[in-house]
């Protein structure tokens, strides 16, 4: 068995994370892509193409309210407009529902590649050590840390000993410079936990075991170390299976879909995308008016779902926004509730606009 030094090891381990991220994230694309294709063509929705189906997936992998933004945004644009919105809000919440396995999968990588990283960010001496640390650790404190990593680098190793020793001692320079001098001051700690570089006393174990399971899943056997399937990452399972061709049958994606719309936190995901549904309802049924106030353009825009109270609260706005113009320009107010959308505009607008305005709101309703 070749001996390795720390900085080879480190070389070779950047490679493999970045491999891993990449097949994470093609992996469950894939798959989330011929799952949402079955889902399409089960509903009875048109068929689309394989690009389709891709972006879909992608949109939908995406995590957050930026992601069901993105989804929700790309299905509605896709219909031809032959299909209800309440539908199509419909097929929004179930295809969110569906990914969610992929979705876990690709947090199992996130989560993974962060606690990696910051092990090897210690071993850069030269870049990301002092400029992460340089904050929280005083002149002497800098300089010890900056030695010991350099001397990681150089450590040559040369069997299974050499190797965990060294896993060991990358993890104890990071919880060494990682490591809040405020963790027992109560609210100082939640303030430090936000700053870049600083590691929670809880959350060091967690970074540990993701730590030593990657070097050892990607290079313990260079060093006559045994990784049983047993003992591997739960990222490492979901890949294999994926990469293996492993998909879910329609009975079980139903059940799937089912089981997850059934949570309270993702039925207020759902709420979201339902009133993004209404929304989108409401910009498509816009009606414009150009009319003339005292020889002046009067510019109004209203939806179906207007009402006398919607209007009385669009006054009160204009009232609001009256406070703060100047009388010069053009005076522009918009009202938008979850089922309706009030906008005017009109130049040089006056306070004796405002009650024509709203007269003029309530004959067009």
């Given at each position: ?114 606690c990696v990283n910051a092990h090897l960010n210690v071993l850069e001496p030269d870049r990301s050590l ?75 174990s967690t970074y540990l075991k993701q730590w030593e399971l990657f070097a050892k899943e990607k290079l ?146």
């Open positions: 068995m070749a001996s390795m030094s720390g900085k080879q090891i480190k070389e070779r381990l950047e490679r493999d994370l970045g491999f891993e991220a990449n097949r994470a994230r093609l992996l469950t694309e894939a798959a989330a892509s011929s799952e949402i294709a079955t889902y399409w063509v089960r509903k009875g929705m048109d068929k689309l193409d394989e690009k389709s189906y891709s972006a879909i997936a992608k949109a939908a992998l995406v995590s957050g309210l930026a992601g069901r933004q993105k989804l929700s945004d790309l299905i509605f644009k896709l219909d031809t407009g032959t299909t209800k919105e309440g539908y199509l809000a419909e097929v929004v919440i179930e295809i969110s529902a569906l990914v969610l396995e992929h979705q876990k999968t690709l947090n199992l990588s996130r989560n993974r590649a962060s002092p400029q992460v640390y340089s904050p929280y650790l005083n002149d002497s404190e800098l300089k010890k840390a900056v030695s010991a990593s350099s001397n990681l680098l150089k450590k040559e190793l040369s069997n299974s000993s050499d190797f965990s020793k060294w896993v060991k001692d990358v993890h104890d320079l990071l919880s060494l410079v990682s490591n809040d001098e405020k963790d027992e001051q109560g609210d100082e700690l939640e303030e430090s936990l936000g700053k870049k570089g600083l590691i929670s006393r809880k959350a060091i313990g056997p260079s060093f006559s170390i045994e990784v049983n399937e047993v003992d591997a990452s739960p990222l490492t399972g979901r890949l294999n299976e994926l990469e293996n061709g492993s998909s879910r049958t329609w009975t079980t994606m139903l059940g799937d879909i089912t089981e997850a719309k059934t949570s309270t936190i993702f039925q207020k995901r759902a709420s979201a995308v339902t009133e993004k549904a209404t929304q989108s309802k409401a910009y498509k049924n816009v009606d414009n008016y150009d009319l003339e106030l005292n020889g002046r353009a009067l510019k109004i825009q209203l939806s179906a779902g207007v009402t006398e109270e919607v209007v009385s609260q669009f006054v009160k706005a204009m009232k609001a926004q009256f406070l703060v113009y100047s009388g010069k320009g053009l005076f522009n107010v918009s009202l938008q509730t979850a089922i309706s959308i009030v906008t005017v505009s009109v130049p040089n607008g006056t306070k004796a606009d405002l009650k024509k305005i709203e007269e003029i709101l309530l004959q067009l309703i």
